[in-house]
C-alpha cells in the first residue's frame, strides 16, 4: 500500500507548484488570461510589444511608456560582432533550435551586468526579447544565401522578425497575422519550458541560463515542436481525400496527431479558435486555402475518432508557411514569442524566490552488497 506522501504525479499533472500573477489558464471553459486580460481582447486590440510590456511590469502601457519600449527593443537588436562571426562559424546543416540555444548562452558572455539576478534583469529580458530574430536571421540568412540584415529601427517585433527571416517587409495582413501569433503564444503559465526558466531562476541563476534551459526544453516535439510536425502531416496527406485514410491510420498505430491535445485544456484551446481564423484570412489573401481545408478535415476526424481538441500548434504553421517562413524556424518564431513570458517569470521567480527542488519515489533497490571491481561479472 503506498502511503499518500509517495504518491507520484507523473509529469506533475495537476501539481501546484508556485503562485503567479501572469497568467491563467482555465482549462474547462477555454480561457487564457495574461495578467487579468482575455487572450481575445489582446489577440484582437494589443500588439506583442504592449503584451510583453504587460506581462514585464503588469500592466498595460501609456502611449508614452509603449513609445519608449518599442525605441528600446529597436535598438537592442543588433548582435555583438564576435557573436554574429561565431553564429556564422557553425555548421549550415545545424537545427535553428540548437543555434538559438547555443547563442543565448553565448550572449551572457557579453553581458555580464544583466547576468545578476535580480530586478536589473529587465534589461536582459528586453535584449533577449529584442536580439533573438537577429540570431535567427544570422544563422538563417547565410544558409539561404540571402543578404545581410538591416537593423530597420522603424519595423515592429513581428514585422522584424518577418524581415529578418524572409527578406521583405510584410503586408499589413501578414504583419498582424504574425504580431497576433506572437501574442497568443507570448505566455502560457507553467509549461515545460518556462517551468525548466523558473528552477534554472529559483537556484538564484542568471536570466540567460534560465533562457537557455528554456530553449532547450522548447525545441521537444511534445512542446513547442509541434508546428513543424503538423506541416510534415499535411505534406504527407497532400491531398483532402486522403485525410481519413492517413489520420485513421496513425490512430491505430497508436501515434499521436501533433497539434492535438493539451496537458491543460480539456476543451478547445483558446489561441486555436483564433489561429483557425487567421489560418483562413491568410490563406484567402494568398488564394491557397489548402492548408486550412485539410486542417479542418484533419480536426473532423480526430475529434471523432479520438474526442481531442486543436491547441495552439495546429494553425499556427500553416499561418507561417503562408508568409514563406521556412518549417525549422516555426519552433525559433515560437521562441521569439515566449521569451517574454520566460523572462516574466524569472523575473518573478526572483521576486518570491523558493529553490524549486521536488522529490523522487525511489524505487529501486537499496542495502545491495558492494563488489570490488575486480569480482564483477
Ligand atoms: N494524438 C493522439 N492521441 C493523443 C494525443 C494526440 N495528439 N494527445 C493525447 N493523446 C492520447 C494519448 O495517447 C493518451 O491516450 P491513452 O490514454 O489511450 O494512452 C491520452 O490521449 C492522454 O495523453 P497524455 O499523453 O497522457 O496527455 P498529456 O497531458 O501528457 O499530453 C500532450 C499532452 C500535449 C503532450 C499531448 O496531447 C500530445 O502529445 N499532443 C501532440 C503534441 C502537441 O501537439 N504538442 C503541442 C502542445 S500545445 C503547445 C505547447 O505546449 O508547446
Redesign the pocket.
Known sequence: MVESSDEVQH?L?DVVALESRICFIDGKEGRLIYEGYDIRDLAARSTFEEVAYLLWYGRLPTTDQLAVLRHRLSQLRELPPSLAARIDSVPETATPMDVLRTAVSELALFEPEETRPGPSSIGGAQRLTAVLPSILAQFHRRRARLPRLEPRPDLSHAAYLLYALVNRVPTELEERALDVALILHAD?EL??STFAARVTASTLSDLYSAVTSAVGT?KG????G?NERVMELLDEIGTADRVEEVVRAK?AR??????????VYKVE?PRATILREWSRKIGEAKGDLRYYELLLKVEGV?HRE?G?YP???LYSGSVYSHMGIPHDLFTPV?AASRVAGWTAHVLEEYQDLRLIRPMAKYIGPTDLPYVPIANRA
Do not use: S, Y
Open positions: 509529469g499533472q502560457h509549461n515545460a522548447l516535439p511534445l512542446h513547442g509541434a490512430l497508436h501515434e499521436r496527431i501533433m497539434g492535438f491535445g493539451h496537458r484551446d480526430v479520438k481531442l491547441n495552439v500548434d515560437f
